[in-house]
């Protein structure tokens, strides 16, 4: 099956990995004020990834840092605060303009809530 594949799909890389969004960064987003170009219909996960981002948060107990994993929903490790708000998965979230993004460390914040 592989070998029927065409020499110029093979060599553009288009077929099952095609970008959806825009092949240019057009937008800013802001992880802790620091600006990041992102590209329209990228997930905020994609673009901290490309950006080269060390990592988004880290854990509760042992203060580890973590990047996302599964990029699907699954496993909590792209956790990030979006606009103000804790706990949100950068893999499921398109970039917006003017975003603003900051690194969750240890336990997300709750209003109203005290967490030790």
């Not at 992880?31 to 997930?43: C, F, K, Q, S, V």
């Not at 990834?49 to 509760?60: D, E, H, K, Q, S």
């Not at 605060?81 to 460390?105: A, F, H, K, N, P």
Request: aromatic share 6%.
């Amino acid at each position: 099956m592989l070998a029927a594949l065409s020499s110029k799909t093979a060599l553009t890389g288009a077929g099952m990995f095609t970008s959806i969004g825009s092949p240019e960064a057009t937008i800013t987003i802001f992880l802790d004020e620091r600006p990041i170009p992102a590209r329209a219909g990228e997930t905020v996960a994609a673009c901290l990834l490309r950006a080269g981002i060390a990592y988004f948060r880290t854990t509760p107990v042992s203060g580890s840092p973590r990047l996302p994993y599964c990029m699907i929903g699954h496993c909590f490790d792209c956790l990030i605060e979006i606009d103000g708000v804790g706990s949100r998965q950068t893999c499921l979230v398109q970039v917006r303009d003017g975003m603003r993004l900051r690194r969750q460390r240890g336990p997300a914040a709750i209003a109203g809530e005290h967490i030790q």
